[in-house]
């Protein structure tokens, strides 16, 4: 087969396998007339799809722009002492961070946590010879302990959309990757709504999250749709109003430091 026909017949196959793999148009029934759309947006690509278009790369606000002193009436989670306010764990302690025990447990806060604001910093391992993936300084933040904003050394780092830090894991792309290079700090402002169900276990109200990375918003009060974890996009599970914090491990090394929430009113 000439080479232009061979060109041409692999273009054709990976079309049909992306329209395949997209499948049939979504069930949008469940939900609410007015967040169809939305909806619709979220299930246009396929979770972890590898052609969907990656976040542009752009500046990061200078670290000295940044405000990482809490607010009145913010509840200390960490600031570089104790751990105190989390779980006992394997985590430690380093200098003014904690850092994760590769392949160990989840650091897990003692109290349980709506709607809030989330201000932390978090730092990823540099090295001469780190690899494209989601093995590159990968944690995340669980919100009630299944809404992950995802964590992931994105600098210069070649993975699928949803999945670079700043992400809705598994259905939001970052906006744009205001990443800064691995062995830098970055900053995280999270403002993340709570689900409301009803007292049958209905969803009345989906979360939202608005994530600011390095001063660079790249996620405005997104709809979630359901909880990330992985392997696929799965729906609501009705579950209490306040749920504890979990920060991930998945079994690299990462350090988080200035850890502190505002709850907020529903
Ligand atoms: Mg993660």
Redesign the pocket.
């Known amino acids: 087969m000439p080479p232009i026909c061979r060109f041409l017949a692999a273009l054709v196959f990976t079309s049909l396998f992306h329209a395949s793999a997209r499948g049939a148009e979504p069930d949008l029934s469940a939900w609410p007339e007015t967040l169809r759309e939305e909806v619709a947006g979220i299930l246009r690509w396929p979770f972890n799809d590898r052609t969907r278009p990656l976040p542009l790369v752009v500046a990061p606000l200078p670290a000295d722009q940044l405000v990482s002193t809490p607010p009145p009436g913010a509840i200390t989670l960490f600031n570089g002492k104790d751990l105190s306010a989390w779980q006992p764990s394997s985590w430690r302690i380093v200098g003014d961070a904690v850092e994760i025990t590769p392949g160990k447990d989840y650091l897990v806060t003692r109290d349980s946590f709506g709607s809030c604001r989330l201000h932390l910093e978090w730092w990823t391992p540099p090295g001469p010879d780190l690899k494209n993936g989601q093995n590159r300084g990968?944690?995340?933040i669980f919100f009630m302990g299944q809404y992950?904003v995802?964590?992931?050394d994105s600098y210069q780092n070649i993975t699928y959309a949803d999945?670079q830090a700043g992400a809705v894991?598994g259905q939001h792309p970052p906006g744009v990757n205001p990443a800064r290079p691995p062995g830098e700090w970055q900053s995280y402002d999270i403002e993340f709504i709570r689900p409301v169900f009803d007292a049958d276990g209905r969803l009345v109200r989906p979360a939202r999250l608005t994530v600011d990375f390095n001063g660079v918003r790249v996620q405005d009060r997104v709809l979630v749709f359901g909880p990330t974890n992985p392997p696929a996009r799965r729906p609501y599970r009705a579950h209490a109003v306040a749920l504890p914090l979990q920060l991930?491990n998945?079994r690299e090394v990462v350090r988080f430091r200035n850890i502190w929430i505002v709850p907020l009113a529903d």
């Open positions: 990968n944690s995340g992950e995802q964590v992931l999945g894991y991930q998945h």
